[in-house]
């Protein structure tokens, strides 16, 4: 069996590691907002070359935060993509603010930033683009958009961590950068945790006192905030694993070349990689209008495939039930059809990506 993502053999790999951490832990006995949680709020901060990094429960609290940190409210309204994960437009609708769907390029899944300014109004007060699969949003137009109309721009890099776009490191180009550390994203804990970068002292602040219970100070509150702290024994798990971010994705960079070089089905559209821009292959998502023959036949010889995701958020019955999004977005609807992703860790190796590959080519 050849599993998405197989945590025991990267678990195996660091125990010796991840297990001291994890009772050193219990024996300090500091569970909230304890040491690791500021050491590697300092480790990621520092590895961004930025001031200040929050520690959240989740990815979707980190983009919750964010936009209400800086100033999203009710009535209104945030550019984003369809073509991604719930979250990133739960977060809106969660606000009461209206998220806008803008078509994405379908080379690359992201942002179609010629697509954004048709859909600017008075009441645009943010963009989120998503860095999706690991590969970096085209930020230049977008935050040209952005400053000549005054809007925030929250990354969601949920699955980019360590991407880089044009040299610099996704989340670090915005007002905000947002990450998941969900126990299968590319830097990840074994459980749920999320954090916030930024530039901004006040947006980091507002973060810390939203995650509190909209407390600075203890038992003094000036905000309705959240529980919503990284935990300590997660973050302490999530030190460990970043210590090897880089070598992780590297390792991902060189199997998606594997497989690259494997696939010779010509049925088949590969992943391309956008001018200028480090993919770090949180997943890897080829194109074919074969999809479930494709998935049959990898699911006989016991490989897992998946599809991400098969509904654009637009047509999703949450959205349509809401009706302000009485949209068509081609491209998206014909991607949500056609994509499937393969197993993709650092720890696969070539003999799985050869197997793969031989039952992807022979499907016609
Ligand atoms: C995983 C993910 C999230 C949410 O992160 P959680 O930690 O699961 O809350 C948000 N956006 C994208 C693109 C994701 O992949």
């Given at each position: 069996m050849i599993p998405m993502v197989d945590l025991k053999r990267q678990y195996h790999n660091l125990k010796k590691e991840i297990d001291a951490a994890v009772s050193d832990v219990l024996e300090q006995t500091?569970?909230?907002?304890g040491p690791n949680v500021s050491a590697l709020e300092e480790e990621i901060a520092a590895y961004h070359d930025l001031p200040y990094a929050v520690g959240v429960a989740n990815g979707t609290d980190a983009l919750l935060l964010a936009l209400r940190a800086c100033g999203?409210?009710?009535g209104d309204e945030v550019i984003t993509t369809p073509f991604t994960f719930i979250a990133t437009a739960e977060v809106i609708a969660l606000l009461k603010a209206t998220p806008v769907f803008v078509d994405i390029?379908?080379?690359?899944?992201?942002?179609?930033?010629?697509?954004i300014a048709e859909k600017i109004t008075a009441k645009t007060k943010a963009i989120i683009p998503v860095h999706l699969f690991g590969q970096p949003a085209d930020m230049n137009p977008l935050m040209e958009m952005a400053r000549k109309h005054n809007l925030k721009v929250i990354e969601d890099c949920a699955q980019a961590f360590g991407a880089k776009y044009n040299g610099r490191k996704v989340g670090?180009?915005?007002d905000a950068g947002c990450f998941s550390f969900f126990p299968s994203k590319n830097l990840a804990g074994y459980g749920d945790g999320g954090m916030v970068i930024t530039k901004s002292k006040e947006i980091a602040e507002q973060i810390k006192i939203l995650r509190n219970h909209?407390?600075?100070?203890?038992?003094?509150?000036?905000e309705i905030g959240y529980n919503s702290r990284l935990d300590e024994i997660q973050a302490a798990i999530i030190r460990v694993k970043f210590r090897q971010i880089d070598k992780f994705n590297e390792a991902r960079r060189q199997n998606a070349a594997a497989y690259c070089a494997a696939?010779?089905?010509?049925g088949i559209i590969l992943p391309v990689v956008a001018d200028g821009c480090d993919h770090v292959y949180h997943q890897f998502t080829i194109r074919t209008t074969n999809r479930d023959l494709l998935a049959d036949a990898l699911q006989k010889k016991d490989i897992a495939s998946a599809v991400y995701y098969p509904v654009p958020l637009h047509q999703q019955e949450v959205f349509l039930k809401s009706g302000h999004n009485p949209v068509q977005l081609p491209q998206s609807e014909r991607c949500a059809q056609e994509v499937i992703s393969l197993p993709m860790f650092p720890e696969l190796n070539r003999e799985e990506i050869r197997l793969i590959a031989d039952v992807i080519n022979h499907v016609s």
């Amino acid at each position: 069996m050849i599993p998405m993502v197989d945590l025991k053999r990267q678990y195996h790999n660091l125990k010796k590691e991840i297990d001291a951490a994890v009772s050193d832990v219990l024996e300090q006995t500091r569970f909230i907002l304890g040491p690791n949680v500021s050491a590697l709020e300092e480790e990621i901060a520092a590895y961004h070359d930025l001031p200040y990094a929050v520690g959240v429960a989740n990815g979707t609290d980190a983009l919750l935060l964010a936009l209400r940190a800086c100033g999203i409210e009710a009535g209104d309204e945030v550019i984003t993509t369809p073509f991604t994960f719930i979250a990133t437009a739960e977060v809106i609708a969660l606000l009461k603010a209206t998220p806008v769907f803008v078509d994405i390029c379908p080379d690359t899944y992201n942002l179609d930033c010629s697509q954004i300014a048709e859909k600017i109004t008075a009441k645009t007060k943010a963009i989120i683009p998503v860095h999706l699969f690991g590969q970096p949003a085209d930020m230049n137009p977008l935050m040209e958009m952005a400053r000549k109309h005054n809007l925030k721009v929250i990354e969601d890099c949920a699955q980019a961590f360590g991407a880089k776009y044009n040299g610099r490191k996704v989340g670090t180009i915005g007002d905000a950068g947002c990450f998941s550390f969900f126990p299968s994203k590319n830097l990840a804990g074994y459980g749920d945790g999320g954090m916030v970068i930024t530039k901004s002292k006040e947006i980091a602040e507002q973060i810390k006192i939203l995650r509190n219970h909209g407390s600075a100070k203890r038992y003094y509150h000036q905000e309705i905030g959240y529980n919503s702290r990284l935990d300590e024994i997660q973050a302490a798990i999530i030190r460990v694993k970043f210590r090897q971010i880089d070598k992780f994705n590297e390792a991902r960079r060189q199997n998606a070349a594997a497989y690259c070089a494997a696939i010779s089905n010509q049925g088949i559209i590969l992943p391309v990689v956008a001018d200028g821009c480090d993919h770090v292959y949180h997943q890897f998502t080829i194109r074919t209008t074969n999809r479930d023959l494709l998935a049959d036949a990898l699911q006989k010889k016991d490989i897992a495939s998946a599809v991400y995701y098969p509904v654009p958020l637009h047509q999703q019955e949450v959205f349509l039930k809401s009706g302000h999004n009485p949209v068509q977005l081609p491209q998206s609807e014909r991607c949500a059809q056609e994509v499937i992703s393969l197993p993709m860790f650092p720890e696969l190796n070539r003999e799985e990506i050869r197997l793969i590959a031989d039952v992807i080519n022979h499907v016609s």
